[in-house]
């Protein structure tokens, strides 16, 4: 019998393809790449055109990729043909390369090729299988040049900065440019200088309900300014801009007749959004379901790659996801038409199909992201698929459908209102027909006017109506600073900049925050010390490489090598004469920065010497001027009433523990004084009698400073001295008075003797790093006993074994044997329910 191998990416993506394949074929996965440029060395010629050196991944403990190309280069020889079937993408091209480079025998040589499909159905597969293909060379340089880029940029940039900086910190071509762009826009809000304006409202009556309100829109014959100021107040507009100005048009307008000048009803249109392409689907999903570009990916993935669906098996619900091109194909067109006039009517279906242009360096060999079969409704899948599978799938469903049906119409009304020399305006539109809205509305990141005039209902009024003033309020606002990135902003102008590609979005959002030179506070995105520390260095000496405008124009150059108009060893040769230069020049720049010393007034509580400002991975911070004979250092606190932005682009006024003016705190272990610091985990006060003394204390985000150390009765075990209550990194904790001389710490124990044969310790409470417990042993590391579930002193009824585990969930709270051959457990109790008394070991229950 005829034996095919079919190689693709992932294991779901494998059993869902054999199920459409049948008999005669054999799919296996390679889970992802197979080689790479090598873990330790450049891995690059550069003096022999950009030569790459790929090298088999090495095994890791998560995956043993030795065992994988072994186990495909036996299939392989077995097979009588082979066809490669990764993403139909630029990884997915280089990853068919290096399987046809690894594992297809030389002798005898054997048929391969490559098969793409976009979505995987048994239609895509057996069309994609009966026009099977070569591996595309272009596609392929192109990955390599990327990889080559990225490759030049980490190991030449990194070091630079882990010498000048410290720690272990890394430059990225695209990553860097996101975090320039964060930092910038964090620099715009804190340089931001507000505009106070005012508005003035009235509340009128018609002869018919509803009371509305209508704003003074114009005075005399100048348009009242109102908003965002980015140009000087012109001639022939006005700025209410305070309140004394603000009440005097009131008080005139108080005595004045309000008429109806104008009404205006015009009808508005209101047409659907295309499908999905990847950077959309990324930022509909964290405006609407609140995730992020990395889960968002996750999921679709799992969507994309096969569902077990009951009886039909693995189902591939949706088309490949990382997509710049908004083109659907005819058959899934026509489609999603029948769908639509079957279930919502002819008024809901447009005459034609709804086609919709790419962007200009769409790649349009792919589709838009949408449902493989329409029939397949998020109601109809919901019973297979986890919670946020299901709000990933019917949002991309809602959209897809509601992209091929008709506009929705809005009647629009204006009503200009004259009183004396001013001019109210109030604006309200009501839905005349939903269209498209009766299945999705496209989510917004900021509110729009559209929104404020959908809520606003007008009553039915005449030209020359008279209004009865109701009440007339003049309020104070203020000009807000450009709002910063969240996610979906940050990837939506990475998309209108050209920076990035479908497939690179989610990598580069994951690694600026894993690197810590960004964090998330109520989901928008503020540069770290250590982040804006990075991104100074890098753009004072590579400011012609790391901006938008270069790498826009790199990853045209790309999209050039993928469609064969460039050699990609050329776009690297061009690159490279730049970046050398470049590379040199921030040696010598880095290296300065380092050793830069500024005087400042500041003496040091020490030894009285002079503190100079100096340049560290947290940024600049103040040191004594005598090391490395005195190491005191200390942050450069910001003057007592300088103003920051909070997350809502508002100033406040800062209250810096330590800043310039305030009382310094006295240390309660050894009373010198406590300065400001900053440390990987930001802000802390820390002893200036360090290192005799190292208490610190932590300052949170809001700028509270905990609480200091509390004496307890309790003497040490250790030493004698008395016990302290320290609030830590995890949270309270109890500790020696003397560290770090003495280091004992005060285990939270759970009263469980440790059950390993000849230990002598007790089960304690312990925290991991990120700050979750679990429950090991005191005497650790002599003894390695270790259980995420908490130990009970309670005795299992099954095998007399000394305690059980607890575990608490949201279904209740469950117990299970320690032991594992045991098998114990109970089912999960209800909160707050008491439970009952346990069996004895030889009842029925039991047993």
């Known amino acids: 019998m005829v034996m095919n191998l079919v190689v693709v990416e992932s294991p779901a993506k494998a059993k869902t393809i054999e199920k459409y394949l049948g008999p005669g074929y054999r799919v296996l996965a390679s889970i992802g790449h197979i080689k790479d440029l090598p873990s330790k060395g450049l891995g690059v010629d550069v003096e022999n055109n950009f030569a790459p050196t790929y090298e088999v991944i090495p095994d890791t403990k998560k995956r043993n990729n030795k065992k994988i190309v072994a186990a495909l280069k036996a299939a392989a020889k077995e097979a009588d043909a082979i066809y490669l079937a990764a993403d139909p993408d630029r990884e997915g091209e280089a990853i068919c390369q290096h399987l046809a480079e690894e594992i297809v025998p030389k002798r005898p040589k054997k048929p391969t090729f490559r098969v793409m499909f976009n979505e995987i159905t048994k239609r895509a597969v057996k069309e994609a299988f009966n026009e099977p293909r070569q591996v595309n060379e272009n596609l392929v340089d192109a990955q390599q040049a990327r990889r080559v880029l990225d490759r030049l940029v980490g190991y030449k940039v990194s070091p630079l900065l882990c010498r000048t900086v410290g720690g272990r910190l890394s430059a990225g071509r695209v990553q860097s440019v996101a975090l320039r762009m964060v930092v910038e826009r964090e620099r715009e809000i804190e340089a931001f200088v507000k505009t106070e304006y005012w ?54 307008a108080e005595k004045e007749n309000f008429v109806v000048s104008e009404v205006t009803t015009k009808e508005r249109r209101r047409n659907p959004v295309p499908p999905f392409i990847t950077s959309k689907l990324q930022q509909e999903a964290s405006r609407k379901l609140g995730f992020p570009v990395k889960k968002t990916m996750m999921l679709a993935q799992k969507l994309y790659e096969g569902v077990e669906m009951g009886g039909e098996g693995s189902v591939g619900l949706i088309t490949y996801m990382r997509t710049d091109s908004t083109r659907v194909s005819d058959a899934a067109l026509q489609e999603v038409r029948d769908f639509i006039g079957a279930q919502f009517g002819a008024p809901y279906l447009p005459e034609k199909a709804v086609h919709y242009r790419s962007k200009k360096d769409a790649q349009d060999a792919h589709e838009a992201i949408r449902p493989t079969d329409v029939a397949r409704t998020p109601d109809a899948v919901a019973k297979y698929l986890g919670k946020d599978e299901l709000r990933l799938y019917r949002l991309i469903w809602q959209r897809s459908v509601a992209s091929q049906m008709t506009a929705a119409v809005f009647d629009q009304t204006t009503i200009d209102i004259n009183a004396g020399r001013f001019t109210f305006r ?38 020359g109506e008279g209004l009865t003033l109701n009440q007339i309020t003049p309020e104070q606002h203020f000009t807000e600073p450009p709002p910063r990135y969240t996610e979906a902003t940050l990837v939506k102008a990475l998309e209108e900049k050209g920076i990035g590609r479908p497939s690179t979005y989610a990598a580069i959002m994951t690694t600026i925050q894993d690197r810590e030179y960004v964090e998330r506070v109520e989901g928008r995105f503020h540069p770290t010390a250590l982040g804006t520390t990075v991104n100074d260095l890098l753009v004072a000496s590579f400011d012609d490489l790391f901006n938008a405008t270069y790498t826009a124009r790199m990853e045209m150059a790309l999209d050039e090598i993928e469609e064969g108009k460039l050699k990609w060893t050329d776009a690297l040769h061009e690159f490279y004469g730049k970046f050398a230069k470049d590379l040199k020049d921030a040696e010598r720049t880095m290296r300065a920065a380092k050793q830069q010393a500024i005087p400042t ?32 250092t200390r942050e450069i606190a910001r003057p007592a009433g300088a103003t920051s932005i909070d997350a809502d682009g508002k100033s406040t006024a800062a209250a810096t523990p330590g800043a310039e003016g305030e009382q310094a705190e006295e240390c309660e272990l050894c009373g010198k004084p406590m300065a400001l610091k900053r440390g990987r985990f930001g802000q802390f006060l820390g002893c200036t009698g360090y290192p005799d003394c190292r208490n610190i204390r932590k300052i949170s985000k809001s700028g509270q400073v905990a609480a200091a150390p509390v004496q307890l009765d309790e003497k040490c075990p250790e030493d004698g001295a008395n016990l302290v209550r320290r609030q830590g990194r995890f949270g309270e904790f109890v500790a020696c008075s003397n560290y770090p001389t003495c280091k004992y710490v005060k285990r939270e124990t759970t009263g469980v003797a440790c059950p390993k044969p000849g230990c002598r310790g007790e089960i304690v409470v312990k925290k991991s790093k990120r700050g979750k417990a679990f429950y090991g042993c005191s005497e650790y590391p002599k003894c390695d006993a270790v259980y995420w579930d908490k130990p009970v002193t309670e005795a299992c009824p099954q095998c007399a074994a000394p305690f059980l585990l607890e575990k608490t969930t949201k279904k209740g709270t469950s117990k299970s044997c320690a032991n594992e051959a045991c098998g114990y457990k109970t089912e999960p109790l209800p909160h707050g329910v008491a439970p009952a008394a346990p069996q004895p070991a030889d009842t029925r229950v039991a047993r």
Do not use: H, W
Request: charged fraction near 30%; include cysteine; hydrophobic fraction near 35%.
């Open 199 to 252: 508005t003035v409202t009235a509340n009128l009556a018609a002869k018919l309900p509803p009371a509305f309100d209508a704003r003074l829109y114009r005075v005399g014959e100048q348009t009242v300014k109102t908003g965002a100021f980015d140009q000087d107040v012109k001639k022939n507009e006005i700025l209410i801009s305070n309140e004394e100005q603000a009440q005097g048009i009131v008080a005139e």
């Open 426 to 463: 109030a604006t309200g539109s009501v839905l005349k027909f939903d269209g498209f809205l009766k299945v999705y509305e496209e989510g917004r990141d900021e509110k729009s006017d559209e929104d404020e005039e959908a809520a606003r209902r007008l009553p039915p009024v005449e030209r």
């Open 601 to 632: 007034d500041e003496v040091c509580e020490n030894d009285g010497a002079q503190m100079v400002i100096k340049f560290g991975r947290f940024g600049q911070f103040l040191a004594c001027s005598n090391y490395p004979e005195c190491r005191t």
